[in-house]
C-alpha cells in the first residue's frame, strides 16, 4: 500500500429533528458495504443546539499525513464545537483479514 496524502472536508445535517449529537464512525476498506470493511474506531458529537433535521451543519475532515496517520475533526459549524480522534496506521488490516478480503473479491 502507497501511503497518499490527503486532506478532505465534507458537510453533513442531523437526520432527525432535535438530534443533539452525532456517531462518527471511520473505516478503512474500499468495498461496496459499509459492513464489509474495517471499523477503525468511533466517537459521538454532542453538544449540537436542538434543530430541526437538515439544519445543523456539521463539517468532518480527513486529513491523512505521510506516515498514514488518520485525523478526523468534526466540527459544529454554529457552536464551532469539535472533536477530534487520531488513528495511527498500525491499526492497519491484519494478515487475517486481508486473505479474507482477498478471497472475498475473487469471488467476484
Known sequence: NTTILMKKSQVFSTAADGQTAIEVKIFQGERELVRDNKLLGNFNLVGI?????GVPQIEITFDINADGIVHVNTKD??????????????LGLSNKDIEHMVADAEKY
Open 77 to 90: 459549524k454554529a457552536t464551532r464545537k469539535d472533536q477530534l480522534m487520531t488513528i495511527a496506521s498500525s
Open 49 to 53: 443546539p436542538p434543530a430541526p433535521k
